[in-house]
C-alpha cells in the first residue's frame, strides 16, 4: 500500500500560483520575449517603480505587437523615466488630506482607507506609483487602527473606499478582519472596494472572498477595465460571482494614449462593461498628472471629442462619465463639452445630439 502525501490544494492555491508563475520581480522580466535593448530598458524603469504581472493578464499580451495596449499598461518602458514640467509625486493631493495614516478624508462623507500599498499587478500609468514604490507596506492591525478610530469618531462619514494598493491582493482572513471592524460602527452604510484584480488575477474572486466582504454593510466592487480585451471569460466569470452575491458592480477606466484612445475601442469596452459583466461604466478618468506618464495622457480635447461620439453612439447605461481628478484635492469634475450655448431672453439654447441648437422654455408653477 501506498500513500499519497500531496497535501489538498486551498481555495487559495490557484491565484497564488497564479502570481507566482507571473513576473513579481526585476529579474522576471529576463523570461520575456522582449530584445536585448527593451529588455534593459524594462528593467530600468522597474528599477524605479515596481513591476508585478500574474499569469493571466500577461497571458493576455500580443508580444508580436510593440503597441500591444495590454503591453503598454504593464511592461515598464524608459519614457516613465521621463519626468515632464509639471507632473506631481502627489497628483490629486491624498497628503494634503491625510488626517492620520492610512486614511484620506476630502468628501464629508466618505474617506479613502489603504489596508495595504501592494498590488496584484503594478499599472505603469498609475497615479500612486510613487508611494506604491516609496512605502510598499502590507497590511497590519495596528497599522489601521488610528484610521479605524478617526471613522469611529467622525458620524458625517458614510462610506469607506478600500483602495491602496489593491485591497483584494490581501487574505480572505484579513478583508474578514477589515469588514467585521468597519461594519461595528453604526454609521457606516456602504463599502466600496477599488481593485483591478478582476481584470488581472480573477482566480482571486473565490467564494472565500464573498464570504470575507458579506455583512451588514452594502458593498460595491469598483473594477478597472481599460480595453476590452481584458474582458476574458475568467473575468466574466470572476464578475458573475461578485454579482451573485449581490455588490454593486461598477467600472472606472481611465484614458491612456496608445491604449483606448479611439472611439471604437471605447465603445466596445463600455457595451462589453453592461452586456458580459454587468458592470456599469462609471468614469472615464483623464490621466493624472503621475511624474513619467506625459506619453500616455491625450489632451482635454482630444478627450472631450471621444466622448461626444460615445455619447451619440452609446446608451445612457453604457456611458462612463468623463471626468479629471484635480490636483491639490479639488476632486473629480465632469469634463464633458456642456450642450448648453447660452440664453435667448427667458429661453434656453441647448445644442442636441444631432449638433442643432434649440430653444428650451422653462414651464414651472409659481410657488
Not at 65 to 75: E, G, H, K, L, S
Not at 181 to 198: F, K, N, Q, S, W
Not at 248 to 274: A, F, T, W, Y
Amino acid at each position: 500500500m501506498t500513500t499519497d502525501l500531496k497535501q489538498p490544494a486551498t481555495p487559495d492555491a490557484a491565484w497564488q500560483a497564479d502570481i507566482r508563475a507571473g513576473v513579481r520581480h526585476v529579474r522576471d522580466l529576463a523570461s520575456l520575449p522582449l530584445s536585448p535593448a527593451e529588455r534593459a530598458a524594462a528593467q530600468e524603469a522597474a528599477a524605479a517603480h515596481k513591476v508585478r504581472v500574474p499569469k493571466p493578464y500577461l497571458d493576455l499580451i500580443d508580444w508580436n505587437d510593440p503597441n500591444d495596449p495590454i503591453r503598454a499598461q504593464v511592461i515598464p518602458s524608459p519614457d516613465e523615466l521621463v519626468a515632464a514640467e509639471g507632473e506631481l509625486d502627489d497628483p490629486i493631493g491624498d497628503h494634503a488630506f491625510s488626517p492620520v495614516p492610512r486614511l484620506t478624508h476630502r468628501h464629508a462623507d466618505r474617506v479613502l482607507l489603504f489596508p495595504t500599498y501592494r498590488c496584484a499587478v503594478y499599472c505603469r500609468f498609475c497615479f500612486r506609483k510613487e508611494s506604491l514604490t516609496s512605502i510598499g507596506r502590507g497590511y497590519t492591525r495596528e497599522a489601521l487602527e488610528p484610521a479605524l478610530a478617526y471613522i469611529a469618531g467622525h458620524p458625517e462619514i458614510r462610506e469607506v473606499i478600500l483602495t491602496g494598493g489593491d485591497p483584494l491582493s490581501l487574505p480572505d482572513a484579513a478583508l474578514a478582519e477589515i469588514r467585521a471592524r468597519l461594519e461595528a460602527i453604526p454609521h457606516l452604510r456602504l463599502l466600496r472596494i477599488h481593485t483591478r484584480v478582476p481584470v488581472a488575477l480573477p482566480s482571486r474572486i473565490t467564494a472565500g472572498l464573498v464570504a470575507a466582504l458579506r455583512g451588514r454593510l452594502m458593498v460595491s466592487a469598483v473594477t478597472h477595465f481599460n480595453h476590452a480585451r481584458e474582458i476574458t471569460p475568467d473575468a466574466e466569470e470572476a464578475c458573475r460571482t461578485l454579482r451573485q452575491a449581490g455588490f454593486v458592480l461598477l467600472n472606472q477606466s481611465v484614458l491612456l494614449k496608445g491604449v483606448n484612445d479611439n472611439v471604437d475601442v471605447l465603445e466596445e469596452l463600455c457595451r462589453e462593461l453592461i452586456y458580459r459583466l454587468g458592470a456599469k461604466p462609471y468614469y472615464l478618468h483623464h490621466g493624472d498628472l503621475a511624474r513619467g506618464m506625459a506619453h500616455r495622457r491625450t489632451t482635454i480635447a482630444e478627450g472631450q471629442a471621444l466622448v461626444a461620439e460615445l455619447r451619440r453612439r452609446l446608451s445612457g447605461v453604457c456611458n462612463p462619465t468623463y471626468v479629471i481628478d484635480l490636483p491639490d484635492g479639488g476632486g473629480k469634475v465632469p469634463l464633458a463639452a456642456s450642450h448648453i450655448e447660452g440664453r435667448n431672453g427667458d429661453a434656453w439654447l441647448i445644442r442636441g445630439q444631432d449638433g442643432k441648437v434649440r430653444e428650451y422654455s422653462e414651464v414651472v408653477a409659481d410657488c
